[in-house]
T-cell receptor
Framework: DSGVTQTPKHLITATGQRVTLRCSPRSGDLSVYWYQQSLDQGLQFLIQYYNGEERAKGNILERFSAQQFPDLHSELNLSSLELGDSALYFC???????????????FGEGSRLTVL | GENVEQHPSTLSVQEGDSAVIKCTYSDSASNYFPWYKQELGKGPQLIIDIRSNVGEKKDQRIAVTLNKTAKHFSLHITETQPEDSAVYFCAAIPYSGNTPLVFGKGTRLSVIA
């Protein structure tokens, strides 16, 4: 158990809809990362937050947005969903409060999104 | 930005044989190279990492080598066991504290008993 919790584990929705994925990082971790895993595409970095602020942005579509709340949990919002958005979405956390960043990411078990 | 290429995409070995997965990276500033293992239905988990000031690192049956000149690094698994079957990802990062990892596309390793 990595200590990172993601909900929901599975989600089936229709094209054009909007969904929200939730992530609770390990206790005390300040950074949250969102990655998308599609078939044969590996892990694509979407966005990173550090202590409530956006730190880095990857290949995140304009239809997608995220935020990190004061309690450090994060949400990834996906709107105007298309068939191609079907994927596993992973959240990861790092940087314990008061510890030097070792570089290790701790991943949740993912949210599997299916768009029909 | 950084680009990481990983080969092969699939690998099948007999139990007890060795497995080697290779990665190349593009950014010469990268200095941290972790390997993650993803078991079915799970998120990726760090299994070993190496920093640029080290050429090789070993942890029991797994080892990683790094060639900074050629910009490639490899994962070696010896005496493979069925529980080694998983998807393995290499990654690279210009380590500056909070820069996100760039992952390869993964290698699906199957260990045949």
């Amino acid at each position: 158990d990595s200590g990172v919790t993601q909900t929901p584990k599975h989600l089936i929705t229709a094209t054009g809809q909007r969904v929200t994925l939730r992530c609770s990082p390990r206790s005390g971790d300040l950074s949250v990362y969102w990655y998308q895993q599609s078939l044969d595409q590996g892990l694509q970095f979407l966005i990173q937050y550090y202590n409530g602020e956006e730190r880095a942005k990857g290949n995140i579509l304009e239809r997608f947005s995220a935020q990190q709340f004061p309690d450090l949990h994060s949400e990834l919002n996906l709107s105007s969903l298309e068939l191609g958005d079907s994927a596993l979405y992973f959240c990861a956390s790092s940087v314990p409060l008061g510890h030097q960043n070792t570089g290790e990411l701790f991943f949740g078990e993912g949210s599997r999104l299916t768009v029909l | 930005g950084e680009n990481v290429e990983q080969h092969p995409s699939t690998l099948s070995v007999q139990e007890g044989d060795s497995a080697v997965i290779k990665c190349t990276y593009s950014d010469s500033a990268s200095n941290y190279f972790p390997w993650y293992k993803q078991e079915l239905g799970k998120g990726p988990q760090l299994i070993i990492d190496i920093r640029s000031n080290v050429g090789e690192k070993k942890d029991q049956r797994i080892a990683v080598t790094l060639n900074k000149t050629a910009k490639h690094f490899s994962l070696h698994i010896t005496e493979t066991q069925p529980e080694d079957s998983a998807v393995y990802f290499c990654a690279a990062i210009p380590y500056s504290g909070n820069t996100p990892l760039v992952f390869g596309k993964g290698t699906r390793l199957s260990v045949i008993a």
